[in-house]
């Protein structure tokens, strides 16, 4: 079955970095888009960014661009955020998503992985 | 890119139907028929529900439906149930080719 499990958050304060990883298993990882959702404590969803199967495509929300960076090792069936320069606002539960074959949509989730930005 | 509108809460009656809407614009709802609604139980990651506005992924029960009319879709539930007290999410592709959600429901069963 598809299996979506992350890691790497954790307390960082304000201006530092983190780096979280996805570990994908069960389906063939290198044929799908992926993305990151994070969602702010008691708030709502947002989009953060996604990667091409091949990765040769790659996407940003304007409010994480110029500070995160998207990446993936299809030989190790994982997908990775770089997260630098970073905020208060960007505390919240970081899940990752494979996106449907069809695109467009988000069709498995992981349990997320908490980031927290504070001094 | 602005979040999609949805009304903070709707309720309903055990056995009722209610609809929840999903409002943007021409640039996100209305240019695509990619808009796909997903479920969220407290402290759960979200379940995808209906997706390209009116699809069902297997194992999802059909008594959630999908719509959309111009720049807003629709998801109902029909003889609602208490396990579908949950929060609620809209999401469409957008014309820059990024994806954008909605506010969130919370669907209370009375």
């Known amino acids: 079955q598809v299996q979506l499990v992350e890691s790497g958050g954790g307390l960082v304060k304000p201006g530092g970095s983190l780096r979280l990883s996805c570990a994908a298993s069960g389906f063939t990882f290198s044929d799908y888009y992926m993305s990151w959702i994070r969602q702010a404590p008691g708030k709502g969803l947002e989009w953060v960014s996604y990667i091409s199967s091949s990765g040769s495509t790659i996407y940003y929300a304007d409010s994480v661009k110029g500070r995160f960076t998207i990446s993936r090792d299809n030989a190790k069936n994982s997908l990775y955020l770089q997260m630098n320069s970073l905020r208060a606002e960007d505390t919240a539960v970081y899940y990752c998503?494979?996106?449907?074959?069809?695109?467009?949509?988000?069709?498995?989730w992981g349990q997320g992985t908490l980031v927290t930005v504070s001094s | 890119q602005s979040a999609l509108t949805q009304p903070a809460s709707v309720s309903g009656s055990p056995g009722q139907s209610i609809t929840i809407s999903c409002t943007g614009t021409?640039?996100?709802?209305?240019?695509?028929?990619?808009v796909s609604w997903y479920q969220q139980h407290p402290g759960k990651a979200p379940k995808l529900m209906i997706y390209e506005v009116s699809n069902r992924p297997s194992g999802v029960s059909n008594r959630f439906s999908g719509s959309k009319s111009g720049n807003t879709a629709s998801l109902t539930i029909s003889g609602l149930q208490a396990e579908d007290e949950a929060d609620y999410y809209c999401s469409s592709y957008t014309s820059s080719s990024l994806y954008v959600f909605g506010t969130g429901t919370k669907v209370t069963v009375l």
């Open positions: 021409s640039s996100d709802v209305g240019g695509y028929n990619y």
């Open positions: 998503a494979r996106e449907g074959y069809g695109l467009y949509y988000f069709d498995y």
